[in-house]
Nanobody, 123 residues
């Protein structure tokens, strides 16, 4: 069974930076669109940013100019560089990806979610 594994969360002061990473827990055949979502305390999960296989990106208005999504297709890894962090960016951040499994694991294309990583912006 494959999972998406996030890393890089933590506690940071307002104005600081963090970099999140996300990758499959084992080898897969391919990864299509990847994205980051977040769920602030007491709120619903919301889109942060997405990136296609050819690098086309989409951002929530609240993070434009501060966050940058990127990916390393050779390693099937997505990144979220977060700069100028604000207290309202505090949330659990989730990675999302559409992945095609290798034949030995049954093949097929599925959508996966990571378990989330906590980002807390506070002084």
């Amino acid at each position: 069974q494959v999972q998406l594994v996030e890393s890089g969360g933590g506690l940071v002061q307002p104005g600081g930076s963090l970099r999140l990473s996300c990758a499959p827990s084992r080898s897969v055949f391919s990864v299509a669109d990847m994205g980051w979502y977040r769920q602030p305390p007491g709120s619903q999960r919301e889109l942060v940013a997405t990136i296609s296989t050819d690098g086309i990106t989409n951002y929530a208005d609240s993070v434009k100019g501060r966050f940058t999504i990127s990916r390393d297709n050779a390693k099937n890894t997505a990144f979220l560089q977060m700069n100028l962090l604000k207290p309202e960016d505090t949330a659990v951040y989730y990675c999302n990806a559409v992945m095609t499994l290798t034949v030995d694991y049954g093949g097929g294309e599925y959508e996966y979610w990571g378990r989330g990583t906590q980002v807390t912006v506070s002084s």
